[in-house]
């Protein structure tokens, strides 16, 4: 093109309607970005500081104590000019040796000692119990919303309150698991309150999540079982079912981020701020419901609002957050991939 | 039909063949079996609604009894007084606020060392000295008096225990121990008489303190500046008005009357609109709702005046701008934002944030904003901030979802017409939308209100509403939440207290606070489809 | 069919000629045509039917003859496709469909009735769909699946259906070496053959085809009509097209259908060459619909 740029009428020309596009456009990408930062920041943070705690420069390279013990106490004290610091089990022991080191000062913070083995536990314990049976009820009541309900009034009823339970806070859910499970059913602070208080939080998003897979499901592999003379059940079970399932399992892996994530409904109904015996330790086999469990969340709360923030106990505070980030983001990583993956296998 | 036909044309296609229990095939019980189970959502809605009334409903008799004694052993009539002494402490505290301001001036602005600024502000001093003084009487008055109130409340108390403690006896079947059990009556009239009786001695007193006060107010200093004198013109002011209100109190006083009935609905009344929470104190409980929601509120709102413009930006960036493979990085990560427990953030706004914005509020170049600097690191704005960030993604998935339904054809016709992309967005896309990012955002506006951990963790927990005479700058004061007041004092209230029933009380409040945006919500959803299809 | 056969037998008392056994043998006998032409298999009579408050069927009236090939045709939405779901109740598994007035008779049977079971009529009122459908399993288990069901478990036995359904359906010669591969690796025509290989393995007396080859290409579209042609000598044979020269190349007989209503119906050769309603004849030559 030998002409001159002004020569054809759709040359592009500087306009103010176009500057303006470009000036918001470069606002609403830095809205966006900044999000992604403000996210990123606060992860960073807590991978960099916590990753102190939790890595170490020698072989094994993870610091196993932190991993294999239960919190202790820190003895911070000056002793023949060396600055000590040391877990409980560890001062007892040394003040056994050296009887005059009792009479240093010394000062102590609870929990900042040892590590986060009962929380691990705890919170593993609750997150298999309460998706365990929220996916039990959450599938049953998605196939029959999706599969046997026919629209009316009861159905909308159904799906109104489905959705008003996604809505109501989870404090709340904790003050009905502590008026329901605690107190009236008298199960004191337990597993199994805690189980059900989580397993009714997350119920709303195992059935959406159901649902939505069991509607993924081309209606033609219904009609082809059911015109081939299958009852409604045989081809829910062997047609419908199985192709259904693995998009609910990946699903409802979100809904385990939000199960081991909430602090506030096993604040009153399962979790205990210190407990020596690991759940296992228990006497008879129904005791194993009825005990109360640490939990790593819970364990944040505590570091974080009742002990003061100091060089002592920010090995167990980045520590314990960076386990837990590590741990909800591994699941939700899981999740994202393997939904995506999961859309581009089947496409019916 | 078919049984107008032969018995052998029955058979065929009869299902009366098939296996049946209870009347019903093995299908018809799946199905039910099914049912129950989609049934367990409205179960536990009622259920949850149940237990908070069950574990709440006795709040109400209960904070009827609290203000009944508050009437009764003479609380009230003791705080008529207390409140008088206390603005008076209030206006003292604005009158050393203005040494703080005159002192600052004349050290600051006209350069003058501290000795002789503090020299200067000699007669200020023994001014503020006199008036804050002058309600000694009064102060001495009112300490003698909740004495003798909180006694009469205590024989009321000790009194009730021993009514439930032979109840006790009684239900056990113990009636001899039953009859053991000593209950004092309390003939109020009786015990209130000293108290009242101090009326006169009071008049003395009020009548001292005016005198005193005017006296005072008489020598008041003229201060260097003239915003200074026009702040000094205003304390005059208040302290008028205060004086104009002391025939009130007398007459208060005078024809308060213990036996006046409290009516049944101040129960409820005290709680909902009651500016105070007040507990385990030693003069008298307050259960009022106000403060609390104030703070949830204020927390919300920040929240939401940051993750609005944020979250649906975002959404309007990543559905209509952004290249393919933009969208497919940022979405995913917004998505794991959400994954981040509240709890860490609770944690990074204590153990980061707190003190990086307190750091920020410091710089004098910042100073201009509001409520600039600050100390108390907790606040609304920390809160507000991390909470803005768990919005975020809620508001952004929803609203990416209404953009994302605009029908093609609409978008095609305003680029077809010539218009820009900018232009297509704003003029067509989000207002066909715009119910959908309404709800979207009333959504998130759940999700913030409902948050306990990072409000419990960063807000600050001060039971107070916050000042709003202070601008903008409020947001940088501590406040304590509906949700973090549950979390914090549940753990530790005695079972079936009055303390107990109205935490219940204020959950029972938020739950039907987000039923409400939630309802909002999806109403707005239901018009919204209409309009399009 | 084993569990179908004594019913049958009771069915079959009521009409003076024995119709062949669906079993092995009939499949053998390919050709016979023993039945006369007047046999009524289904009956319908001033069918009304509603999707919620809209009529969709207004006063069908229709007889289709077993072991014939019965075409119903007509515009889109005239209700062709609604009035073949009634037949399997298909229609059940819609929202708010209802039927106002009228009867469906299958041998004389109500099947609309209270007593009926649904899943019995189903087996022997097979359906083939407009979009080939076949289950993600592999085509051995396509084929197998009624069966299946119905409690075969015999290796022999299955093994020997998917044979004889294959080669009824013509597909045998073109899969029989990846039977065990996924249904949905074949090609569109290769699929709707196998939903009607499934179909016919199961045994029904009637076979309702919807629209069985809009989707496909002009030489998988050839296999099927042949495929229909010679179905019907064993299977009662109802198809809804949009293809008239379909209707004409593999149908006995024509329903024309115009606004849920039946406007003619007699012998495909008729309605193409002689049709008696003028609606028919615009219809049939191409000036509207």
């Known amino acids: ?348 | 039909m078919a049984s107008s036909s032969t018995p052998t044309t029955i058979s065929f296609l009869s299902r009366k063949n098939r296996f049946r229990l209870f009347g019903l095939t093995l299908d018809d019980c799946i199905r039910t079996f099914f049912g129950g189970n989609a049934l367990i959502s409205v179960v536990v809605l009622a259920l949850i609604t149940f237990f908070l009334f069950k574990e709440g409903a006795h709040f109400f008799a209960q904070n009827d009894r609290n203000l009944r004694i508050y009437r009764q052993a003479g609380l009230e009539y003791v705080d008529f007084i207390r409140t008088q002494s206390d603005d008076h402490t209030a206006l003292t505290r604005s009158l050393s606020d203005l040494r703080v301001r005159t002192l600052n001036e004349l050290t600051q602005k006209q350069n003058r060392p501290l000795a002789e600024a503090n020299a200067a502000l000699a007669g200020f001093d023994a001014f503020a000295g006199q008036f804050s003084d002058a309600v000694d009487p009064l102060r001495s008055l009112v300490s003698d008096l909740t004495e003798q109130a909180t006694e009469i409340k205590t024989k009321f108390i000790v009194a009730g225990d021993k009514q439930e403690e032979r109840n006790q006896l009684l239900a056990a079947g113990k009636t001899a121990e039953a009859g053991r059990v000593q209950i004092a009556v309390i003939n109020f009239q009786e015990e209130l008489k000293p108290l009242l009786a101090t009326l006169p001695a009071y008049r003395e007193a009020n009548q001292a303190f005016a005198t005193q006060l005017k006296a005072v107010m008489a020598t008041a200093p003229t201060l260097p500046t003239p915003e200074l004198q026009g702040r000094m013109d205003k304390f005059k002011a208040h302290t008028r008005d205060y004086l104009a209100t002391f025939p009130a109190v007398e007459h208060k006083l005078e024809t308060w009357d213990y036996l006046k009935p409290v009516p049944f609905w101040q129960a409820f009344t005290a709680f909902i609109f009651g500016r105070e929470w007040l507990t385990a104190s030693f003069w008298q409980d307050w259960y009022g709702v106000i403060p609390l929601f104030v703070g949830s509120l204020m927390v919300s709102l920040v929240a939401l005046l940051l993750a609005v413009p944020l979250g649906v930006g975002a959404a309007i960036y990543v559905n209509q701008i952004a290249s393919l493979g933009e969208q497919r990085f940022i979405k995913p990560c917004i998505e794991f934002i959400s994954a981040i427990p509240s709890v860490v953030l609770g944690f990074f706004g204590i153990a980061v944030l707190g003190q990086a914005l307190r750091a920020l509020s410091q710089f004098t170049w910042l100073s201009w904003v509001p409520g600039f600097p600050f100390s108390e690191r907790l606040n609304i704005l920390t809160a507000g901030c991390l909470l803005a960030l768990l919005a975020v993604p809620t508001i952004f998935t929803l609203a990416e979802d209404a953009l994302n339904n605009v029908p093609r054809a609409f978008k095609e016709a305003s680029f077809a017409l010539g218009a820009n992309r900018l232009q297509t967005i704003i003029q067509i896309i989000v207002p066909a939308s715009l119910s959908g990012i309404i709800s979207a955002i009333l959504l998130g506006l759940g999700r913030v209100i409902g948050e306990t951990m990072v409000v419990l963790l960063c807000a600050g927990n001060r039971i107070a509403i916050p000042d709003f005479t202070a601008g903008l700058g409020v947001v940088t004061q501590p406040v304590h939440t509906m949700t973090g007041i549950i979390a914090q004092e549940m753990g530790e209230v005695v079972r079936g207290s009055i303390h107990y029933r109205a935490l219940f009380m204020v959950g029972l409040v938020l739950f039907f606070l987000s039923l409400g945006i939630n309802y909002l919500a999806q109403r707005i959803v239901r018009r919204y489809r209409l309009s399009i299809g | 069919m084993v569990i179908a056969d004594p019913l049958s037998m009771d069915t079959r008392s009521s009409v003076p000629t024995p119709r062949p056994t669906m079993g092995t043998s009939s499949l053998a006998t390919a050709g016979d045509s023993s039945a006369p032409a007047s046999e009524i298999l289904i009956d319908i009579e001033h069918l009304d039917f509603f999707y919620g408050a809209s009529q969709a069927l207004h006063d069908i009236t229709l007889q289709v003859e077993a072991k014939k090939a019965t075409a119903l045709i007509g515009p889109s939405g005239c209700g062709k496709s609604t009035l073949l779901r009634c037949l399997n109740r298909m229609n059940d598994l819609i929202d708010g469909t209802r039927i106002g007035r009228g009867t469906i008779k299958i041998r004389d049977v109500e099947i609309n009735g209270r007593d009926i079971d649904v899943i019995e009529l189903r087996k022997r009122v097979g359906m083939v769909f407009q979009k080939s459908n076949p289950f993600p399993k592999s085509i051995y288990e396509n084929i197998t699946y009624g069966l299946r069901l119905q409690g075969v478990k015999t290796k022999a036995q299955l093994d020997e259906v998917v044979e004889r359904s294959l080669r009824a359906a013509a597909l045998w010669d073109e899969v029989k070496d990846r039977l065990h591969a996924s249904g949905l690796g074949l090609s569109g025509g290769q699929q709707q053959r196998l939903c009607i290989a499934r179909a016919i393995a199961v045994e029904p007396e009637i076979i309702l085809m919807d629209e069985p080859c809009s989707a496909l290409d002009p030489i998988a579209t050839a296999k099927v009509e042949e495929l229909i042609h010679e179905l019907k000598t064993n299977f009662t044979i109802v198809i809804v097209t949009h293809n008239m020269q379909q209707a004409a190349r593999c149908s006995d007989r024509t329903a024309f259908f115009y606004m849920g209503r039946l406007v003619e119906y007699a012998e495909t050769r008729t309605i193409f060459m002689n049709p008696g309603n003028p609606q028919t004849e615009a219809y049939v030559s191409g000036r509207f619909g």
């Open chain 1, 1 to 348: 093109m030998n002409a001159p740029a002004t020569a054809h009428i759709f040359k592009a020309r500087p306009t103010t309607a176009r500057r303006r596009e470009k000036t918001s456009f470069w606002l609403f990408r830095a809205a966006t970005y900044l999000v992604l930062f403000c996210g990123a920041a606060v992860f960073a943070t807590i991978v960099v500081k916590g990753s102190r705690s939790v890595f170490q420069a020698k072989a094994p390279f993870i610091n196993t104590t932190f991993f294999t013990e239960a919190p202790e106490s820190l003895y911070v004290f000056e002793y023949q000019g060396k600055k000590m610091e040391l877990g409980d089990k560890a001062y007892r022991a040394f003040k056994a040796q050296n009887p005059d080191a009792a009479t240093v000062k010394t000062e102590s913070y609870v929990y900042s000692a040892g590590g986060i083995f009962p929380c691990i536990v705890g919170t593993v314990l609750l997150v298999v119990g309460s998706m365990t049976i929220a996916l039990i009820l959450g599938v049953c009541a998605a196939i029959y919303l999706n599969e046997y309900a026919r629209d009316g009034r009861f159905i909308r009823f159904i799906r109104l309150a489905i959705l008003n339970l996604a809505g109501v806070p989870s404090i709340v859910f904790g003050l009905f698991g502590f008026g329901l499970f605690v107190l009236f059913f008298d199960w004191n602070v337990s597993l199994l309150s805690g189980w059900f208080t989580l397993a009714f939080m997350v119920l709303p998003v195992v059935i959406t999540a159901s649902e939505e897979s069991l509607k993924s499901v081309p209606k033609g592999f219904r009609e082809g079982s059911l015109a081939l003379g299958a009852t409604k059940w045989q081809t829910i079970r062997k047609n419908v079912l199985p192709y259904a399932l693995p998009g609910i399992l990946t699903s409802s892996i979100l809904g385990i981020a939000r199960v081991a994530g909430e602090t506030a409904p096993i604040m009153f109904t399962a979790a205990y701020v210190v407990r020596d015996k690991l759940p296992w330790d228990v006497e008879k086999f129904s005791d194993f419901f009825f005990q109360g469990v640490m939990a790593l969340p819970y364990h944040i709360y505590v570091v974080s609002s009742k002990i003061p923030q100091n060089e002592y106990t920010e090995r167990v505070q980045y520590g314990t957050a960076f386990v837990f980030l590590m741990i909800v983001a591994l699941v939700a990583t899981t999740s994202i991939v393997l939904r995506n993956h999961l859309r581009n296998r089947y496409k019916w």
